[in-house]
């Protein structure tokens, strides 16, 4: 079945670096989204790209579409301490009616 | 803003009793998910539902089953908990499919252990 994978698992950076995060998946997706989930949280929403974009802003976080390669990345810039969480991908597959989740990338910004 | 409730944060059940999870959500969404967290291993799909009476297995269905009797609420339900189901449970709700716009809205999660 299709997964999203996430890399590097774990991310360690200073406050104000920029931080990169990507996705890889396997078959066709109408979309892609990011997800955050601070410890211990439940998943809030970050941005949705469709197959027909190839890249999307939002504040600090940019996403780019690689349908070609089937792979996304998130760039969080100006990091700051607050942006510690995981990170997922979610695919929704052609015809499948359904997000599948990466593994997630643990993302750690140190003061 | 969307609204999706988890009757329990945090569980405590011995192997073998049956556990009752509870989702709730208040915007009339029809699709409803259940997934399972697991550290390494992410989200994983237990079952889902597109409308009152419905269900669909996911990617690990067995020995869960679901219920959804009224359209707000989708119920998960371990017949008989055991270890290996110590895990943190989310609950997501969609309006009508749109892969072109819609996200899904995440409750807070129930952490379940079982002794």
């Known amino acids: 079945s299709q997964q999203g994978e996430e890399d590097p698992q774990a991310l360690s950076i200073q406050e104000g670096e920029n931080a990169t995060m990507n996705c890889s998946y396997k078959?066709?997706?109408?979309?892609l989204q990011w997800y955050r989930q601070n410890s211990g949280r439940g998943l809030v929403h970050l941005i949705l790209i469709r197959s027909n974009e190839r890249e999307k802003h939002s504040g600090r976080l940019r996403v780019t579409l690689d349908t070609s390669k089937k792979s996304s990345s998130l760039l969080i810039t100006a990091s700051r301490a607050a942006d510690t969480a995981s990170y997922f991908c979610?695919?929704?597959?052609?015809?499948?009616?359904?997000?599948?989740f990466g593994q997630g990338t643990r993302l750690t910004i140190n003061p | 803003d969307v609204k999706v409730t988890q009757s329990s944060r945090y569980l405590v059940k011995r192997t073998g009793e049956k556990v009752f999870l509870e989702c709730v959500q208040d915007m009339d969404h029809e699709n409803m998910f259940w997934y399972r967290q697991d550290p390494g291993l992410g989200l994983r799909l237990i079952y889902f539902?597109?409308?009152?009476?419905?269900?669909e297995k996911g990617d690990i269905p067995e020995g869960y089953s679901v219920s959804r009797e009224k359209k707000e609420r989708f119920s998960l339900i371990l017949e008989s908990a055991s270890t290996n189901q110590t895990s943190m449970y989310l609950c997501?709700?969609?309006?009508?499919?749109?892969?072109?716009?819609?996200?899904?809205?995440f409750g807070p999660g129930t952490r379940l252990t079982v002794l």
């Open positions: 078959t066709s997706i109408n979309n």
């Open positions: 979610a695919t929704d597959a052609v015809g499948a009616q359904k997000l599948v």
């Open positions: 997501a709700s969609i309006p009508l499919w749109d892969p072109s716009t819609d996200t899904q809205y």
């Open positions: 539902s597109y409308d009152v009476k419905m269900k």
